[in-house]
C-alpha cells in the first residue's frame, strides 16, 4: 500500500468520523427539541418509546464509531510499515505529550468524546424520567 492510498483511506475515514458525529448531533438535538416541545407533557410510554429510539440510534452510531476506529487503526499500523514517507507525516495522533498521562491524542480525543456522549444521554435520561417541568401557563 503506497503513501498515497493510505491518506485517501484516512480522509475517507475522517469525513465518515464526521458524518457520524453529525448524525449523531442531529439526533441528540432533535431529541433534546422533541422533549421540550412534547415529550415533556407525554405519558410514561410515549416518552420511554422515544428514549429507547435515541438510544438504538446512538448505539447504532457507537457501534459505526468502533468500526470506524478499527479502520483508522489500520490506517495507523500501514502508515508506520511505511519505510519513509513525502509528506513527513510521522502518525496520525499517536503522539503521546507528557500532559496527556500516557494517553495519545487519538486516545484522549476517543475518551474525551465518549464521556461527552455519555454526559449527554445521562442528562436525557434525567430530562425524560426523573426531572418535573414546570406546569405550562394556559394560553389566554
Known sequence: MTEADI???????TGLVVSVF????GMVSGYIAGLWLF????????RFLAFTLLSFGLAF???LTFGLHELLLGTQRAWSKLPATDT??????NDGPDW??????YEAAALLGGAA????????F??????????????R
Open 39 to 46: 415529550l415533556k407533557d407525554a405519558p410514561f410510554s410515549l
Open 126 to 139: 434525567y430530562l425524560t424520567f426523573c426531572y418535573r417541568w414546570p406546569a405550562q401557563e394556559e394560553a
Open 22 to 25: 453529525s448524525v449523531s448531533f
Open 7 to 13: 491518506l485517501n483511506i484516512r480522509n475517507d475515514l
Open 61 to 63: 452510531m457507537g457501534a
Open 88 to 93: 513527513g507525516i510521522p502518525g496520525f495522533g
Open 117 to 124: 456522549f455519555l454526559a449527554i444521554y445521562l442528562a436525557l
Open 100 to 105: 496527556l498521562y500516557g494517553f495519545t491524542l
